[in-house]
């Protein structure tokens, strides 16, 4: 990501939950799973939308323990981008997003806020409801170790 001082403005257009995909357990299960080690894990990637006039921040955390699935949801924000063109560049199929960093962190915390919301409402009528939650994080903190990552 390149960085950009022009001002940059855009929307929430979108705000959805892709998958959700939960296992089968009962309370003296999940219990014993909570007691014991369990993975999870967070996915991330921004990809342009299929109508190339927007971007999709798209959040998948996965929760398991050993080979067994607790859960998985995958939640999509979209950003309808005023000015599309100035930001966005496609070459060779390759999306090249040139958003201040700023914008970039402002969205991505839109998108884990969203995230969170919507893990939470699927997580609701199952017995995991109280089992798992996000943790609050610092997006500024996520667009520099992103930035390290690309470098």
Same mark, same amino acid.
């Given at each position: 990501m390149?960085?950009?001082?022009?001002?940059?403005?855009?929307?929430?257009?979108?705000v /959805?939950?892709?998958?959700f #995909?939960?296992?089968?357990?009962?309370?003296?299960?999940?219990? &014993?799973?909570?007691?014991?080690?369990?993975?999870?894990?967070?996915?991330?990637?921004? /990809?342009?939308? #299929?109508?190339?006039?927007? %971007?999709?921040?798209? %959040?998948?955390?996965?929760?398991?323990?050993? #080979?067994?699935l %607790?859960?998985?949801?995958?939640? &999509?924000t =979209?950003?309808a981008?005023?000015?599309?063109?100035?930001?966005?560049?496609?070459?060779? =199929?390759?999306? %090249?997003?040139?958003?201040?960093? =700023?914008?970039?962190?402002?969205?991505?915390?839109?998108?884990?806020? =969203?995230?969170?919301?919507?893990?939470?409402?699927?997580?609701?009528?199952?017995?995991? /409801? #109280?089992?798992?939650?996000?943790?609050?994080i610092?997006?500024?903190?996520?667009?520099?170790?992103?930035k390290? &990552?690309? &470098?």
């Open positions: 390149k960085k950009n001082n022009k001002e940059a403005r855009f929307t929430v257009s979108t /959805r939950t892709v998958s #995909d939960v296992s089968n357990i009962g309370t003296t299960a999940w219990t &014993e799973k909570i007691e014991e080690d369990f993975k999870s894990n967070l996915d991330f990637n921004i /990809r342009l939308s #299929d109508n190339k006039e927007s %971007i999709r921040f798209q %959040i998948k955390v996965k929760v398991t323990h050993g #080979d067994f %607790i859960f998985s949801h995958l939640s &999509e =979209h950003f981008i005023f000015n599309f063109d100035q930001y966005i560049t496609v070459v060779d =199929h390759e999306s %090249i997003i040139n958003l201040p960093d =700023h914008i970039l962190a402002t969205m991505y915390g839109l998108s884990y806020t =969203h995230a969170r919301a919507l893990l939470c409402s699927s997580l609701a009528p199952t017995m995991l /409801r #109280d089992g798992f939650m996000l943790p609050i610092n997006p500024n903190v996520f667009i520099q170790n992103m390290k &990552e690309s &470098e």
